[in-house]
């Protein structure tokens, strides 16, 4: 089983639309989190953070369910522009901080 | 701002054959990275640096060393390339290992035939 495990998609949905994507991590161990984007043959880049309280930044909203030790991002009145993958970044504490990727989500936003 | 440099963007090996990529940071980070990211695999971690004259093995060190001498560049080298290190990578920094973010270089595409 993967440490951080991601549905690949791709999601493909409609401009407006509201899309979620999950992630799940195995490691209870896992202190922080956050989602980072990545278009298409470019570096990732951070997204949001994703705190224990849950964190919204405009149309992105970003939770995090411990006990069922999953992280969520919704994205609202999606654009255009919001087309690329998705990466979900667990950093759990090993006998040292382990930074752990998952391979991502692809979305794709039509006209 | 810069940010993270690495060079060179693109690069053509054959089997056998040795390179270095070069990782600069002007953002005064103690904290530097080097991934590969394959296909349907997330970024896995190659080897990283908590400091000046400091390198320690991530995930898949095996074919790959660095070195760190000044704060700001992170070096990888590949002393004898195997197609199975085809792959795109990516140097790292950050100011924390624990909460900070992660600012990447552009990527680095190799192609070992």
């Known amino acids: 089983r993967k440490e951080v495990e991601q549905d690949p998609g791709p999601f493909n949905v409609p401009e407006g639309a509201t899309v979620a994507f999950n992630c799940t991590y195995s490691?209870?161990?896992?202190?922080?989190f956050f989602w980072y984007r990545q278009d298409c043959r470019k570096e990732p880049k951070l997204l949001m953070s994703v705190y224990s309280s849950g964190n919204e930044d405009g149309r992105f909203t970003a939770q995090l369910n411990r006990a069922s030790q999953y992280i969520s991002l919704l994205i609202r009145d999606s654009k255009l522009s919001d087309s690329a993958t998705y990466l979900c970044?667990?950093?759990?504490?090993?006998?040292?901080?382990?930074?752990?990727f998952g391979a991502g989500t692809r979305l794709f936003v039509k006209a | 701002n810069a940010g993270v440099t690495q060079t060179p963007k693109f690069r053509v090996l054959k089997t056998g054959q040795s390179m270095t990529l070069l990782c600069a940071q002007d953002m005064n980070h103690e904290y530097m990275y080097w991934y590969r990211q394959d296909p349907g695999m997330g970024l896995r971690l190659i080897h990283y640096s908590v400091g000046e004259g400091t390198t320690a093995k991530g995930e898949v060190p095996d074919g790959y060393n660095v070195s760190r001498l000044k704060k700001q560049n992170f070096l990888l080298g590949l002393e004898s390339a195997a197609p199975s290190q085809t792959s795109v990578y990516f140097c790292?920094?950050?100011?924390?290992?624990?909460?900070?973010?992660?600012?990447f270089g552009e990527g680095s595409r190799l192609t070992v035939l």
């Open positions: 790292a920094s950050s100011a924390d290992r624990v909460v900070g973010e992660l600012f």
């Open positions: 970044v667990v950093i759990a504490n090993t006998g040292g901080f382990k930074t752990i």
């Open positions: 490691n209870s161990a896992s202190q922080s």
